[in-house]
C-alpha cells in the first residue's frame, strides 16, 4: 500500500509537472559582439526561471557570450539550441573565479556549467552550435604563459538521466565537454571539431591547440553513439572516479562508446591516479570506431604523480573492437604511463626518440585486468605499432589481442624496428587469432 501511495504522488507530480510545462524563447540580441555581457546575464535569468517540464528555446541565430553561463538544479528540462553561441575570443571581459588549485589566485570561469541536474535534455531541431573562439587561446607561446588556465566549453556535473544529442562543439579554448560525477547518460548525433587550420593531419602547427579534449566523461552508465571528435587531445575519454568524492558513482563504470569517428590523442582510458579513496574504472568497451590520420589510437593511461604507497586505483575489464585506424601519425596503441609535458614522473613526450629522455613504468599500486583488443586493424602506420609498458611489481593481467593487424608489418619503423612493440611488465599476455606482429612479451595460441 505504501508503494502504490507512493507511485501515486509521483504520477500527480508528474501531471502536475506536465501541465504547467511551457517552451520559452530566449530573447537574446543577436549578431553583436557588444551584447556578449548582457546576453550570457539574461540567458542565466532564463536558466534560473526555468520550471519542471519547460523548454528554453535558443533560434537560429548566433548569439555572442563571455564565460559564465551558470545553471544549477534543472529537474526535467530541456534546452534545445538552434542557433549558435560563440563565445567571446580573448581573455579581456571573461570572467574569473578562485583557481580550483589555488584559491588565492583567479581562473577564468568554464564558458557554460550546469550543474546538479536531473533529467536533463540538451537537444536542437537541426544542429546546435558551441563555439569556443579558441583560436585566440590557443598557441605554445600562450601555454608557456596561461598553462591550463583556459575555459572548459560546457560542462555538466552531478547530473543524472541526461540526454545530448545534435549539439556541435568547435574551437574550443581547452576542454570542450565534460560529465563529471553523472549516472544514466546518452550522448548521440554530436560532434566537436578543434583544429588551428584544415590541414588533415596533426601538424605541429594544429597541435597548437593544446588540451583540446574532446568528450570527457566521469560517473556510470554512458553510453555514447554515431558521435565524431577531431582534436589535438584525447578525443574520447573515460576519467576515474574515487570512491571518497562519487555522489552519483563511486567507480566510473559501464560505458560504452560505439559507432564514432576519433582523430587526435585517441580511444583513452585515464588518466588515473591512485588515491587513499581508491581510483576505479572499469566495464568500458570501445567499439565500431574509424579512426582517420589520429595522432595516437588506442589510449590506456596512469598518472605518476602520485607515490603514496596507500594510494591504490584500478583499471578493470576494458575493451577495445571493430576499430580500424587509418595511417596514424604517433603511437598507434600505447598501454602505460601518461605521456605529458605537463606532470611529474610523466613518461617525456620526447621519450623514445630523445637520448637521455625518461619514462618511468605506471606507479606499482594501480591493477590492470582484463583488457582485450579485438578486431582491430591498423593501416600505414607511420611508426612502430605500440608501447605496452607495465610495472614489474604489479604487472599487467589478462591483456589479450585477438586480431590485432598492421597493415604492412614493417620491421624497420622507429623506434622499435623488429621487436615492434616497447613491451614489459606483463604477466601472461596473449596474442591470437592471427595477430601480427605479435608483442614480444606476449604468448601466442591460435
Known amino acids: 500500500m505504501a508503494h502504490m501511495a507512493s507511485w501515486f504522488l509521483s504520477f500527480l507530480a508528474f501531471l502536475v509537472d506536465t501541465a504547467t510545462a511551457s517552451t520559452i524563447e530566449w530573447a537574446g540580441r543577436p549578431d553583436d559582439q557588444a551584447s556578449a555581457s548582457n546576453n550570457t546575464a539574461d540567458l542565466n535569468v532564463a536558466l534560473a526561471t526555468l520550471l519542471p517540464g519547460d523548454t528554453?528555446?535558443?533560434?537560429?541565430?548566433?548569439?555572442?557570450?563571455?564565460?559564465?553561463?551558470?545553471?544549477?538544479?534543472?529537474?526535467?528540462?530541456?534546452?534545445?539550441?538552434?542557433?549558435t553561441l560563440r563565445f567571446l575570443a580573448e581573455r579581456k571581459g571573461w570572467p574569473v573565479e578562485a583557481c580550483a588549485h589555488d584559491h588565492n589566485k583567479t581562473c577564468v570561469q568554464k564558458a557554460i556549467l550546469i550543474a546538479n541536474a536531473r533529467g536533463l535534455t540538451l537537444t536542437s531541431a537541426g544542429a546546435g552550435m558551441v563555439d569556443g573562439n579558441g583560436a585566440a587561446w590557443w598557441g605554445y607561446l600562450n601555454y608557456l604563459r596561461y598553462a591550463e588556465d583556459r575555459?572548459?566549453?560546457?560542462?555538466?556535473?552531478?547530473?543524472?538521466?541526461?540526454?545530448?544529442?545534435?549539439?556541435?562543439?568547435?574551437?574550443?579554448?581547452?576542454?570542450?565537454?565534460?560529465?563529471d560525477d553523472v549516472a544514466r547518460v546518452e550522448i548521440r548525433f554530436c560532434s566537436i571539431d578543434n583544429r588551428v587550420n584544415a590541414a588533415d593531419s596533426h601538424s605541429v602547427e594544429n597541435l597548437a591547440a593544446l588540451n583540446t579534449d574532446g568528450f570527457d566523461v566521469q560517473g556510470r552508465d554512458i553510453h555514447i553513439h554515431h558521435t565524431s571528435v577531431w582534436n589535438q587531445d584525447d578525443c574520447f575519454t573515460i576519467v576515474p572516479t574515487n570512491s571518497n568524492t562519487g555522489v552519483n558513482a563511486r567507480c566510473t563504470e559501464n560505458i560504452l562508446v560505439e559507432h564514432v569517428n576519433a582523430s587526435g590523442l585517441g580511444l583513452t582510458v585515464g588518466s588515473i591516479s591512485a588515491s587513499t579513496h581508491h581510483s576505479c574504472i572499469r566495464n568500458v568497451t570501445f567499439r565500431h570506431a574509424t579512426m582517420h590520420h589520429t595522432y595516437k589510437g588506442i589510449y590506456m593511461k596512469v598518472d605518476n604523480h602520485v607515490t603514496n604507497p596507500?594510494?591504490?586505483?584500478?583499471?578493470?575489464?576494458?575493451?577495445?573492437?571493430?576499430?580500424?585506424?587509418?595511417?596514424p601519425e604517433q603511437v598507434p596503441i600505447w598501454i602505460g604511463p601518461a605521456q605529458e609535458a605537463d606532470s611529474k614522473n610523466a613518461c617525456s613526450l620526447a621519450w623514445p626518440e630523445l637520448p637521455g629522455s625518461k619514462c618511468p613504468p605506471p606507479i606499482p599500486t594501480v591493477d590492470w585486468t582484463n583488457v582485450t583488443l579485438?578486431?582491430?586493424?591498423?593501416?600505414?602506420?607511420?611508426?612502430?605499432?605500440?608501447?605496452?609498458?607495465?610495472?614489474?611489481?604489479?604487472?599487467?593481467?589478462?591483456?589479450?589481442?585477438?586480431?590485432?593487424?598492421?597493415?604492412?608489418?614493417?620491421p624497420k619503423a622507429r623506434p622499435w624496428k623488429e621487436q615492434f612493440y616497447y613491451c614489459k611488465g606483463v604477466d601472461r599476455g596473449v596474442a591470437t587469432h592471427g595477430t601480427m606482429p605479435v608483442p614480444p612479451c606476449f604468448s601466442t595460441t591460435s
Open 151 to 179: 575555459p572548459k566549453l560546457l560542462t555538466i556535473q552531478n547530473a543524472t538521466d541526461v540526454l545530448v544529442e545534435r549539439w556541435h562543439f568547435r574551437q574550443s579554448a581547452y576542454h570542450t565537454f565534460h560529465a
Open 310 to 327: 596507500n594510494a591504490t586505483a584500478e583499471i578493470t575489464n576494458i575493451l577495445y573492437e571493430n576499430i580500424t585506424m587509418e595511417e
Open 374 to 410: 579485438r578486431n582491430i586493424r591498423v593501416v600505414g602506420a607511420k611508426v612502430s605499432p605500440g608501447i605496452i609498458f607495465g610495472n614489474s611489481e604489479n604487472p599487467m593481467r589478462g591483456l589479450v589481442f585477438d586480431n590485432v593487424v598492421f597493415d604492412p608489418v614493417d
Open 56 to 83: 528554453l528555446s535558443i533560434p537560429n541565430s548566433t548569439f555572442w557570450l563571455t564565460g559564465g553561463v551558470r545553471s544549477t538544479g534543472l529537474v526535467n528540462v530541456t534546452l534545445r539550441l538552434d542557433g
